[in-house]
């Protein structure tokens, strides 16, 4: 295992520490529960944002922090949901009396912990707290993390979307509605060239030969639909449209935001050589790509291989998506 790191266990924290210092501007960090905040949060009046999961998918969450997006971000251990602790001081740190809304993956400990300290600040400091579970991951519909399908790309689209409109000013229950309609009108699919190794565990989480590669492959290296000899891009992205577009059709009055995401270890060049060839087989089922989104934004440590997710938009949602955000994963129009 070759690793840029210290110590396997110190990933994390020494991770936040380099976040920290390259990003003092924006975010500020919450050593002892390991969340990291929007510098000027709670801001009085506007609904707090707060998601998390475990590390290795940066630059989700934490990289989504600040102006425009997350108000927190609770960070587990690697491929480790968060405990409850952390939900409950980052949801308490953001409360600027609007309420807060959590931002779940539907993954089966991120639930489960996120729902246990909903309750705990419900009972303790009365804050109203909402909160919207992401499931776009038309691969498989239960996995070795999950009851139902999985949250992968579409979580990013939402935390940016439902972000700007915290930002507006609206009500809890009208971001949250927001939030609903991405996630419901958002569809993924991911394949993988190659395994990832986690820190502590120093090998490879799954053997993939040569020759092949994973369709459906889940964020932390679950299995997908099957194993299939490696193709051209081409190919590869034929498969993973399909399954998207017969999930949940799309008509030709009906736009997308086209979001090719690299799981870590895939350079630009190649994400860009699966957007193209993309963004060719929408142009062929008639779909019109309104706004796109090529890179890293959601990965799995090292993992080579990409994912696609297609969002239907209005022009709410365009205008939403437009909006301003000043993060250190994402940025533009401030």
Known sequence: MKKLINDPADVVEEALLGIEAAHGDRVRIDHDNRVIFRRDAPISGK???????????EPLHGGFVGPGMLDAACTGAVFTSPVPDQMVAATTGVDGGAGVLHIVKNYTGDVMNFE????LVAAETGIEVAAVVTNDDVAVQDSLYTAGRRGVGATVLLEKIAGAAAEEGR?????ADIARKVNAQ??????ALTSCTVPAAGKPTFELGENEMELGIGIHGEPGRKRVPLEPARQVATMLVEPILADLPFGPDEPVLAFVNGMGGTPLIELYVMYHEVAQ?????GITIARSLVG????SLEMAGCSVTLLKVDD???RLWDAPVNTPGLRWGA
């Open 296 to 299: 890293n934004y959601i990965t």
């Open 171 to 175: 009500p809890l229950a009208a971001v």
């Open 116 to 119: 246990m300290a909903a309750e």
């Open 316 to 318: 709410e949602l365009v």
């Open 186 to 191: 958002s569809r993924s699919m991911g394949v």
């Open 47 to 57: 609904v707090g944002l707060v998601s998390g999961g475990g590390s290795g998918h």
């Open 281 to 285: 087989l929408l142009e062929k089922a």
